[in-house]
């Protein structure tokens, strides 16, 4: 069964048919107690990666590289993943991974390092795709950073925005739910992009830049 219980979910999730390098990331992050995004998650991210042709991508919460690989897997063949994880022993685990998926060293950019401080210090509408997975008190931090990071037609994308099926609930007010309900609303209601939330597992809410 997936992450969101649902049979669909689980029938998303084994249609993605994972190769054996994302099965022991997988595995390493279970063993880790680091949350990974789930097959079909990875698989819309690869999707997404590939049909925006990417070549430069941001990732904020690395863990030990299950949706790193699949990004990289969509990205063009000489594009170059820009990772950003707190922990950098986890980011050696995500090397390990990215290494036993074939993918050339200079393939991944690992910057440890709170998505706070990174990200500033990345350059201005050069990127084609934000993957968000980090602290998720920050996401209308790192919306604020994408919009400035993306190219035009560039995508950010945001993971576990149901918050376990909490943010749907009104019966749920804490801080983390609030702010993630404020991310949907900023993102559904901005001129910049063109919004769609997608209900894979924990929920993605994915954006295109305008233009
Ligand atoms: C859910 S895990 C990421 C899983 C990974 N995306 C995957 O699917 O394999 C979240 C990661 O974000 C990292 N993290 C938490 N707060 C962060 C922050 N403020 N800046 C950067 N990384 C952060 C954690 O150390 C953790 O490894």
């Not at 350059?123 to 990071?149: I, K, N, T």
Request: charged share 25%; hydrophobic share 45%.
């Amino acid at each position: 069964m997936s992450g969101n219980g649902h049979p669909a979910g689980a029938f998303a999730d084994a249609f993605a048919e994972e190769e054996n390098a994302l099965l022991r990331a997988r595995q390493r992050s279970r063993l880790a107690g680091v949350r990974a995004v789930s097959p079909a998650t990875g698989a819309t991210l690869r999707l997404l990666a590939a049909t925006a042709c990417a070549k430069v991508v941001v990732e904020i919460g690395t863990g030990l590289g299950v949706s790193g690989v699949h990004l990289l897997r969509g990205m063009r063949p000489d594009g170059v993943l820009t990772t950003v994880d707190t922990e950098p022993d986890r980011q050696q685990l995500a090397r390990e991974a990215f290494r036993e998926a074939g993918f050339a060293v200079n393939r991944a950019r690992c910057i440890p390092g709170r998505a706070a401080d990174v990200l500033p210090r990345l350059a201005d509408g050069g990127y084609d795709l934000v993957f968000c997975d980090g602290d998720r008190h920050e996401y209308m931090r790192y919306l604020a950073e994408s919009l400035r990071l993306l190219r035009p037609g560039g995508l950010v994308c945001f993971e576990g925005v149901f918050a376990h099926g909490r943010a749907m609930d009104a019966a749920y007010q804490d801080t983390e739910v609030r702010e993630l309900r404020e991310v949907l609303r900023a993102v559904r209601d901005s001129d910049a992009l063109v919004p769609v939330l997608l209900p894979t597992d924990d929920g993605l809410l994915c954006a295109v830049k305008r233009p």
